[in-house]
């Protein structure tokens, strides 16, 4: 599998992601693979634990992928993640072995108010 084709494979990833669609969104997973989530401690092995879990989460929630950078067998993705309308700016690592993911790493942010501070020095972000 070529850039091309991983670029591609994660960008139906997403979609599905936002959309819902659990089984096109999990595809893109070796079957032993392993997600990890450091803020909260937590690992979940094997691609069908990693879709349940997301199945179970009784939240309603957006994906907004605002890029994706990658390339061979390592790729991020920056999003941001609403839960319930309320945004998470979020940051995926991936790691592909055999044009699968086979690891994933998922980190989050919260908005937070500027500094007026620096008010002078900075334009707005969308």
């Not at 070529?2 to 659990?22: G, T, Y």
């Not at 999990?26 to 990693?50: K, M, T």
């Not at 920056?78 to 998922?106: K, W």
Request: hydrophobic fraction near 35%; proline fraction near 4%.
């Amino acid at each position: 599998m070529d850039d091309r084709e991983k670029l591609s494979a994660l960008r139906r990833h997403w979609d599905a992601s936002d959309a819902s669609e659990f089984e096109t969104e999990h595809e893109i997973y070796c079957e032993d693979a392993v997600l990890d989530y450091p803020q909260s401690g937590e690992r979940i092995r094997g691609r069908r634990n990693i879709q349940e879990s997301r199945f179970l989460q009784p939240n309603k929630k957006r994906f907004a992928v605002r890029r994706i950078l990658g390339g061979g067998d390592l790729w991020i993705t920056e999003f941001v993640l609403t839960y319930d309308c309320i945004p998470s700016y979020s940051i995926s690592i991936m790691e592909f072995r055999n044009g699968r993911v086979a690891h994933e790493t998922q980190y989050f942010g919260d908005r937070f108010t500027p500094s007026p501070s620096r008010a002078h020095l900075v334009e707005a972000l969308n």
